[in-house]
């Protein structure tokens, strides 16, 4: 009997080794996928396309990398409440253009730090006044650091401090909040990562033609070259295939804990 609990033992002691090495292996290729993100939104000014035309180009890539496993899960899209559908939708659209919009006049290291880091104080935030959820003391030492970080990195550059950061800055921490609903939707409606991306690839693509059509937001769309617009579709395209992957592994991991805890 001891001899077998040794061996339980062991095996969970290695699993729960595993499930860190993969939440490890994640929290880095997710960061690397923000800071790319973040570079990416910066170039926008510097090339002949707009907000809108990035953001097509991030929606019609995966829809095509993911178009021959897209209808089997528009079964399970339907199920899904109209609400939760729209909050996850604030993950597409609105994302990017508050996102861009912020880009536009501050530091690419504001982008990268405020997109990434503050995401989670908002999740804490939502998830405590509409669900009741109690912060650990641990999670809100984390949450207070990133907090403090961001709020020293801003302080520190004060003197050059604008209007026009100012509302750049106050665009971000809006991208930030859509992100955050639309990370604690997932976690209420418990979809695979690929079911994720092909409605927020398909539906927010179908919109954003649907705006640009109309000629609702400015669009260069036949004014740019494909050469032009060759690099942010390489990057779209690598984003678009490591992202269900990190997902995958976080969520992963976060299962490989919670088994541990047990």
Known sequence: MLNTQGVHSNKVHRSFFSAKVLGYSAMILVLLIWSSFALSIRTIDGSSLTI???????????????????IAHFKVIKSIKV??????????????????????????????????????????????????????K?????????LVGVVMMLLNERQSFSQQTLIG??????ASACWAIFAVTLK????????VVIILSYLSG????????????????????????????????LVSGWSPLSVSL????SWALEMHHY
Not at 52 to 70: E, G, H, K, S, Y
Not at 105 to 115: E, G, S
Not at 250 to 253: A, D, G, K, L, Y
């Open 188 to 195: 209420r409606v418990n979809l695979k990562p690929i079911t």
């Open 83 to 136: 609400i939760d559908l729209a909050f996850i939708l604030l993950g597409g659209i609105p994302f990017v253009y508050l996102a861009a919009l912020g880009a536009k006049t501050v530091p690419t290291a504001y982008v990268a730090t405020i997109l990434a880091g503050t995401p989670g104080i908002f999740v804490a935030i939502i998830t405590a006044l509409f669900f009741a959820e109690i912060i650990s």
């Open 52 to 70: 809108a035309d990035v953001a097509l180009l991030r929606f019609i890539v995966p829809a095509i990398l993911f178009a021959p496993c897209a």
């Open 169 to 174: 800055v106050g665009f971000l921490f809006a």
């Open 138 to 146: 641990k999670r809100l030492l984390a949450l207070s650091l990133i």
């Open 206 to 237: 179908f919109i954003m033609l649907i705006l640009i059509s109309s000629g609702m937001v400015e669009s260069e769309i036949g004014r740019f070259s494909f050469q032009q617009a060759l690099p942010l579709l390489l990057f779209k395209a």
């Open 250 to 253: 976080m969520r992963s991991t």
